[in-house]
């Protein structure tokens, strides 16, 4: 700390604004209960006992008022992708979406014949990660929460672009 050493209590620390709020956001998830076919059993599992996502700070959550995450964990049809939309629009920013499995990433097994299903929900609502498999483990969406949380350390909430630099 140079000038600083010796000179300030025990338990003082230095850092960012942009750090702590990222922190905060990092070790609360709250994800909101979404599944709509078999990949929702395994999500369902992630929050289980067993895999206990608990313990990074994820709860689920029956609003979308109080969640950060969207977990969309199965086949989406065309019928159910504008409320999907709607559901994602009520959640507070910051936000995230992660999808879940093939289906949800880019049709799965239905995307060929399937003229119901739609071909990956990012056509709807931006995805920030995409968990591939039919359906993915646990331990992969529980790989993919990590990813989320990797790029969430990176985001700044504070920085203020100058105009003289944007123009
Ligand atoms: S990706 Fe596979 S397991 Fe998941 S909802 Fe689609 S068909 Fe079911």
Redesign the pocket.
Known sequence: MGMLENKLPENVIFTSVDDVINLAKEYSIWYLLFA?????I?LMQTGASRYDVDRFGMIPRSSPRQSDLMIV???ITHKMASRVKRLYEQMPNPKYVIA?????SSG???SKFAYSVLNGIDKYIPVDVYVP????RPEALINGVMLLRTRMRQERTLVVESPLLTA
């Open positions: 709509t076919a078999c990949c929702g395994e964990a199965g086949t879940m499995g093939s289906c949800s799965g097994p239905f498999g039919c359906p993915p």
